[in-house]
T-cell receptor
Framework: GEDVEQSLFLSVREGDSSVINCTYT??????LYWYKQEPGAGLQLLTY?????DMKQDQRLTVLLNKKDKHLSLRIADTQTGDSAIYFC????????FGKGTRLHILP | GAVVSQHPSRVICKSGTSVKIECRSL??????MFWYRQFPKQSLMLMAT?????????EQGVEKDKFLINHASLTLSTLTVTSAHPEDSSFYIC?????????????FGQGTRLTVV
């Protein structure tokens, strides 16, 4: 079946940029997504990118897509304590398949 | 963005009883709803996909007789965990997609924390 892989942990100092990486196998997926999950809460769609785009920027968030390598990344500029959460990469159209999530820890 | 309401947010039940979780799309018609289960510190596992008026399609390994899904209207889907056991304790999340079909955003509920004692 389709799979999405991402690293499990990332520690970043407050004010620095965070880069979360993801690889996926579903080359037919029209959209690729980044979701944020805060403790005990559901998922919040952060951003998504159409598969024919290379980059999408939305305020502090930059998504880069390398379709050839099936690699997706999320960059959070000027990381704040409120960015501390689990970030899920996801792909799929009919069924959305999630990675295991990257837990972002902010260092003071 | 669109709103999906999931109820209850937390439920504790005794082993052997059944629990119903509701997922409602509040401001759009959800032609497709998805039910996920999340284990601690793990990803979301898709349990089933339901289209309004049709039987749900279950993922491999998910017991359809244990996890009953009903999607009787365009704004409501329910997941009933029947004869719950402690190993069913988990975080269940629904998501809903509108009439635009494939590739459109699926909106998530806030999740239900089920504890079976």
């Amino acid at each position: 079946g389709e799979d999405v892989e991402q690293s499990l942990f990332l520690s970043v100092r407050e004010g620095d940029s965070s880069v979360i990486n993801c690889t996926y196998t579903d080359s037919s997926s029209t959209y690729l997504y980044w979701y944020k999950q805060e403790p005990g809460a559901g998922l919040q769609l952060l951003t998504y990118i159409f598969s024919n785009m290379d980059m999408k920027q939305d305020q502090r968030l930059t998504v880069l897509l390398n379709k050839k390598d099936k690699h997706l990344s999320l960059r959070i500029a000027d990381t704040q304590t409120g960015d501390s959460a689990i970030y899920f990469c996801a792909s799929g159209d009919d069924k959305i398949i999630f990675g295991k999530g990257t837990r972002l820890h902010i260092l003071p | 963005g669109a709103v999906v309401s999931q109820h209850p947010s937390r439920v504790i039940c005794k082993s052997g009883t059944s629990v119903k979780i509701e997922c409602r799309s509040l401001d759009f018609q959800a032609t497709t709803m998805f039910w996920y289960r999340q284990f601690p510190k793990q990803s979301l596992m898709l349990m089933a996909t339901s289209n309004e008026g049709s039987k749900a399609t279950y993922e491999q390994g998910v017991e359809k007789d244990k996890f009953l899904i009903n999607h009787a209207s365009l704004t409501l889907s329910t997941l009933t965990v029947t004869s719950a056991h402690p190993e069913d304790s988990s975080f269940y999340i629904c998501s809903a997609r509108g009439r635009q079909g494939r590739g459109t955003e699926a909106f998530f509920g806030q999740g239900t924390r089920l504890t079976v004692v």
